[in-house]
Each structure stands twice: as C-alpha cells, then as structure tokens.
C-alpha cells in the first residue's frame, strides 16, 4: 500500500510560505502563551528601545493658610530605565515525524495543499509556544549575559532587579526604605495563615487600599489553602476550597502565582501597574523565516525584543518580601500503602 504521507509532508517552499503567512501570528505565541503569568503583569506592547518608567514622588498635602506660605519637601518625577533587549533563537527540528502526530486522522482527509499548509503551520506554531513558556519560566531569576544562549540570559527578571537594588551602594530595595521585609520563621501549613496576615498589617496604608497581587511561588497558594483549612476549618471560607484572595484584605490582595517564582525564597506585593513586561509584537524588525539546514532539518529563526522592570520603588507601590527559606508543601505527608492484588 502506498504511503499517502509523503504526498503531504510539506516542501522547503510550504515552510516558508507558512513562516510567511503566519508572521505577524507567529510572532506573537510567545507572549501569548505566557497568559498564566501576563495576566498578573502590565504588557507594553510596541518597545524596541530602552523606555523610562515615569513615577510621581511627592508628599504633597494642604496646611493652614499664611501669605506666601510654602510647603516643606518635594515633588519629584523619577524615572526607570526598562532595558529592552534583542533576542535571537534560530532552532532546528526535523519534522517527517512528526506528521502523524499533528495531523492524526486528519491528514487521511485533508487535501494535500491543505495538509501540507496545516502541517507547517503546527510545527512553527508549536516550537514558538515552547519558546514562550521557556520564556515565562525565566521572569523572575534572568540575568542578561549577551553571550548566554537560554532564555535565562536574555534580559535581567524581577529577582534579579530586586537583588541587585538590595545590593547597590545606595539600596533601592531595604528595610529602610519601607519596601522590604523580611521572614525569618519557615512558613509551612501551621503558620501561613498568620505570615500572610502579618505582611497584610505591615503594609503601608496607601498599598493596602489599592487593588494588589501577591507574587508567589505557586506552592504557597496550595499552603495557604491547606493552612487555612486546618486552622478555620468552621469559617464560610472552607465552602469554597480554592480561595484567589487572601483573607482579610477585603478582596484587595489576589494571589499571583508565578511559574518562575516557584522555589524562590521572595515574594513581591505591588498592584499590577508596577510589574512590567516590555517587548514589540508590533514593528517589522521583529523577524521570522524557515531556512534550511539539510535534507531532513530546518531551521526556524526568529527575533524579538523583550525585557521587564518595576515602574517604582516606592513603598507605596512595592513590597519585597524575604523568606529564611522557599516554600516546602507538605513535606510530611506519607502516601498509605495499597494492598496489592495478590497472585
């Protein structure tokens, strides 16, 4: 029997026909399927350059009338450099495997221009996707090394923002400052209650009105939902078990776990116009072609421009928090033996 596959498997010029076709679709999967981490962050589309991050710093208030009379202290506009980086990825995949795969039952019915367009279409939509997830894995711990080759060396992530400012000579993020604290006790399902509750009082009254997101490692949302359980277990909370806000705020901390956050020792506290991601989508230096490399391998490359920053330290709008040690879930749970089925 003949194998009607080959008739399907698309050329060298299905390849970059699709790369083509889909461009401006293609280009934009990245960021589109990092949704569980972007939908707690501010997106600025359109950057292909540094941008600065304008931020009012004042403490501007009324006071009784005198003739010429002028308030103590400043008002200031401070800015924030986003870095916007450009980043390259030039991968090679081998794709006569993977027909059957993605097409399925399909291929049997498609016609074989069809098949062959929706082949291509899948497998650069597809390695596109994984690029953005490994993408969103790298938010919080990147570190921009211009001769790196991961995601993780394309631009500085959240952590490492806040760990250089920790370290500068002059401190952006400290005690001292008001825009950080510091845990010094394990938070496990006996305490997480109160820790959560602890940062929530110690928060500046000007954060604590504001719609906020707790950024976290996705382990301390299942902590606190098994904390919470254990130590209310009488409370109207338990009639739903899987709770997105934190008790007590008045519905204005939301947990926001982040894949990249899980295993860090920090959290972050700030309302979701001071988390920002930078990259273009929008200009056509972002670039995307099918080459290829040998008989049976191509090569997609790609470009884009990418990088994220805080619009403000300002404790007003930020709280880093510092644990003694990252979230462990249950550590002491011991799953029962099953009796076995003899024989």
């Known amino acids: 029997m003949a194998n009607h596959l080959i008739n399907i498997l698309p050329s060298e010029e299905d390849w970059k026909q699709a790369a083509k076709k889909w461009h401006k679709t293609l280009l934009k999967m990245p960021v589109l399927s990092m949704s569980d981490s972007m939908k707690f962050l501010t997106p600025m589309p359109g950057c292909r350059t540094n941008q600065y991050l304008g931020g009012v710093s004042t403490e501007a208030q009324f006071y009784p009338y005198a003739p010429?009379?002028?308030?103590?202290?400043?008002?200031?506009?401070?800015?924030r450099e986003l870095p916007i980086h450009f980043n390259t990825m030039n991968q090679d995949f081998e794709p006569n495997s993977m027909v059957q795969t993605l097409l399925g039952a399909n291929a049997a019915v498609l016609g074989?221009?069809?098949?062959?367009?929706?082949?291509?279409?899948?497998?650069?939509?597809?390695?596109?996707?994984?690029?953005?997830?490994?993408?969103?894995?790298?938010?919080?711990?990147?570190?921009?090394?211009?001769?790196?080759?991961?995601?993780?060396?394309?631009?500085?992530?959240?952590?490492?923002?806040?760990?250089?400012?920790?370290?500068?000579?002059?401190?952006?993020?400290?005690?001292?400052?008001?825009?950080?604290?510091?845990?010094n006790q394990t938070i496990d399902e006996t305490n997480v209650v109160d820790a959560l509750k602890y940062l929530e009082f110690n928060l500046d009254q000007r954060l604590r009105k504001q719609q906020r997101f707790l950024y976290c490692d996705p382990a301390l949302v299942d902590l606190y939902n098994e904390g919470y359980q254990m130590t209310h277990p009488a409370l109207p909370y338990n009639k739903q078990y899987n709770?997105?806000?934190?008790?007590?705020?008045?519905?204005?901390?939301?947990?926001?776990?982040?894949?990249?956050?899980?295993?860090?020792?920090?959290?972050?506290?700030?309302?979701?116009?001071?988390?920002?991601?930078?990259?273009?989508?929008?200009?056509?230096?972002?670039?995307?072609?099918?080459?290829?490399?040998?008989?049976?391998?191509?090569?997609?490359?790609?470009?884009?421009?990418?990088?994220?920053?805080?619009?403000?330290?300002?404790?007003r709008f930020l709280k880093v928090v510092k644990m003694s040690s990252a979230i462990e879930l249950m550590s002491d749970f011991n799953v029962p033996e099953t009796p076995g089925n003899g024989g």
């Open 68 to 79: 010429n009379k002028r308030g103590e202290g400043s008002t200031e506009i401070k800015f």
């Open 112 to 183: 074989q221009g069809q098949a062959r367009s929706e082949m291509a279409k899948l497998v650069l939509g597809q390695v596109m996707e994984i690029a953005g997830e490994n993408l969103e894995l790298s938010l919080a711990n990147a570190e921009y090394d211009p001769d790196g080759n991961t995601s993780m060396d394309m631009y500085d992530g959240f952590i490492t923002i806040i760990e250089a400012e920790m370290a500068a000579a002059t401190p952006g993020i400290s005690v001292a400052n008001k825009n950080l604290v510091e845990i």
């Open 243 to 315: 709770q997105p806000y934190i008790e007590g705020t008045n519905q204005r901390m939301t947990f926001a776990p982040l894949p990249a956050l899980a295993g860090s020792e920090y959290m972050i506290i700030a309302p979701k116009m001071n988390m920002v991601v930078g990259f273009d989508n929008m200009s056509d230096l972002e670039k995307l072609e099918v080459l290829r490399m040998d008989v049976d391998t191509f090569t997609l490359a790609a470009k884009m421009f990418f990088g994220v920053q805080f619009r403000t330290l300002d404790y």
